[in-house]
């Protein structure tokens, strides 16, 4: 009989411990009976638990917790292609959460996250991939990237809306070329701006030939000038010093001679091994017998 009552105290503690569940904060519950979603018997809407303690009719209700925090998909960068058939590599991210738990679970295999975020990619990639068809390049670029983003947003909600999943933000992180389209690229603008460059040099190169060609034109006339001014200053001395020497000679004619005498005697008996064939009775010697003369006298 004791050994009955402790069964039965067994039975009744396991029974009551598995009709008990607890939700955790940032998790929904919802309870499956015979695989179907337990519904209110009043509104038909499936049964959604909040965080908390919670009872079930144990081994006939199960209980499927679902995370009910926001979420994020970010997954690999993928290839778009735009009005003018270019190819662009895009990353993107997703913002999104449950917002139907009960379609959630029966649209995923279960509650599956994985599988929710592969079909959540495939319509939002499919919504992007109609914005990027009707934007070329340029528009993507220079200010559509916004208009892009909300216009893939509202498809990306629409789309989702049977997933039981609320997209929230839908962003264009970013947009880059694929490698061999960006070599090309890369090459072409190397090749014009190498162009730009020897076109910039060759204008310097001639511009510098015209202000060398400038510049020795100046440099030669102004050359010409100098030597032009120099020869007529020294045009100028040699009249002013003729002027001077005829002043002197007209005062002493005599003393000017002998002082022109007396000076190419320096500088033709300086040196001390000059020599000089003239006739003793030359004039060039005149000064010199009368000082001989008056010597002996």
Do not use: C
């Amino acid at each position: 009989m004791k050994n009955l009552i402790a069964i039965i105290v067994v039975v009744l503690v396991a029974l009551g411990l598995s009709s008990i569940y607890v939700v955790k904060e940032g998790e929904r519950a919802i309870l499956i009976q015979f695989g179907k979603v337990e519904r209110d018997a009043q509104t038909g809407e499936a049964m959604v638990f909040e965080p908390g303690l919670h009872f079930k009719i144990p081994f006939i209700e199960q209980v499927k917790k679902l995370d009910a925090r926001l979420q994020t998909l970010d997954g690999d960068p993928d290839r778009f292609v735009t009005s003018e058939k270019k190819d662009l590599i895009v990353d993107t991210y997703v913002m999104w959460r449950i917002n139907d738990f009960s379609t959630f679970y029966l649209s995923t295999n279960g509650g599956n996250i994985l599988q929710a975020e592969a079909l959540l990619t495939r319509r939002i990639n499919s919504g992007l991939r109609s914005e990027f068809g009707n934007r070329t390049i340029s528009d993507i670029v220079s200010g559509e990237r916004d208009e892009l983003m909300r216009e893939a947003l509202l498809q990306g909600a629409k789309s989702a809306s049977d997933l039981g999943i609320e997209v929230l933000d839908v962003r264009v992180m970013q947009i880059n070329l694929p490698t061999e389209v960006s070599q090309s690229i890369y090459q072409r603008m190397r090749a014009e701006r190498q162009a730009v460059a020897t076109e910039h040099r060759s204008e310097g190169k001639e511009q510098a030939e015209f202000i060398r060609a400038d510049v020795d034109a100046r440099v030669t006339v102004m050359l010409a000038d100098a030597k032009r001014q120099s020869r007529e200053l020294r045009g100028e001395g040699d009249a002013e010093a003729a002027r001077i020497y005829a002043e002197a000679y007209e005062k002493d004619a005599e003393f000017f001679a002998f002082i022109r005498s007396m000076e190419a005697y320096t500088n033709s008996f300086g040196k001390g091994n000059d020599m000089l064939v003239l006739d003793a009775n030359s004039d060039f010697f005149r000064y010199l017998q009368d000082m001989m003369g008056e010597k002996q006298e």
